[in-house]
């Protein structure tokens, strides 16, 4: 079943897109769902994988006798930028999704485009339970609860951008940068986050 989500960070294109796909945002998420130790990540923010391990008690009921065992899910993390005259125009970040021991799949693409100081962004998803009979109710619930989690998640990437653009500084590089030959926090002319 496929679904569709809109909204809008609080950030440039380039560092939202680093955001979505850092551990660190993904360590908010798992805090804010309270399922802290239930998702593993490597990588980088550009390519990464999660998995999540969610056990059989956490899950809801409709989907408990289909998976005894708990979930495991895998996420796989592709981002992809369309660049021009070196600034970045657009991007992609694409999550394949496999159900491990279930008959489910599904991908989640976020499609950013620069807006400036904002970057809106247009969420695509798609998720398949092969059940005869319940499947398609399966994938109600499950579209349901994931446009939910989307509606919050904006909120939660906001916070994530904002820390780190305090962390950097107004203009996105800290005090001592190795660009900034002169070792003293960075000017006015340079490029603002």
Same mark, same amino acid.
């Given at each position: 079943m496929k679904f569709q989500s809109e909204t809008s960070y609080v950030g440039p294109i380039a560092l939202v897109l680093d955001v979505l796909g850092s551990e660190e945002l993904l360590r908010k998420r798992e805090a804010d769902a309270g399922a802290e130790g239930m998702v593993n990540y490597s990588g980088t923010s550009r390519d990464h994988i999660f998995q999540v391990q969610v056990p059989n008690s956490e899950l809801p009921s409709a989907v408990r006798s289909f998976l005894p065992n708990g979930l495991t899910a895998v996420?796989? &993390?592709? $981002?992809?930028?369309?660049?021009? $005259? &070196? +600034?970045v125009q657009g991007a992609s970040l694409v999550?394949?999704? $496999?159900? +491990?021991?279930a008959p489910a799949s599904g991908s989640l693409t976020f499609i950013l485009a620069d807006g400036g100081a904002t970057t809106p962004a247009k969420i695509l998803g798609d998720i398949s339970?092969?059940?005869?009979?319940? &499947?398609?109710?399966?994938?109600? $619930?499950a579209v349901k609860e994931v446009e939910g989690l989307l509606a919050h998640d904006t909120e939660l990437v906001n916070e994530e951008v904002a820390r780190v653009r305090a962390e950097q500084g107004v203009d996105g590089e800290e005090p001592g940068d190795e660009n900034d030959p002169s070792g003293e926090a960075p000017g006015s002319d340079a490029t603002e986050y």
């Amino acid at each position: 079943m496929k679904f569709q989500s809109e909204t809008s960070y609080v950030g440039p294109i380039a560092l939202v897109l680093d955001v979505l796909g850092s551990e660190e945002l993904l360590r908010k998420r798992e805090a804010d769902a309270g399922a802290e130790g239930m998702v593993n990540y490597s990588g980088t923010s550009r390519d990464h994988i999660f998995q999540v391990q969610v056990p059989n008690s956490e899950l809801p009921s409709a989907v408990r006798s289909f998976l005894p065992n708990g979930l495991t899910a895998v996420l796989t &993390g592709t $981002a992809k930028e369309l660049t021009e $005259a &070196g +600034q970045v125009q657009g991007a992609s970040l694409v999550y394949d999704i $496999a159900v +491990q021991g279930a008959p489910a799949s599904g991908s989640l693409t976020f499609i950013l485009a620069d807006g400036g100081a904002t970057t809106p962004a247009k969420i695509l998803g798609d998720i398949s339970v092969n059940i005869p009979f319940v &499947g398609g109710r399966l994938e109600k $619930a499950a579209v349901k609860e994931v446009e939910g989690l989307l509606a919050h998640d904006t909120e939660l990437v906001n916070e994530e951008v904002a820390r780190v653009r305090a962390e950097q500084g107004v203009d996105g590089e800290e005090p001592g940068d190795e660009n900034d030959p002169s070792g003293e926090a960075p000017g006015s002319d340079a490029t603002e986050y």
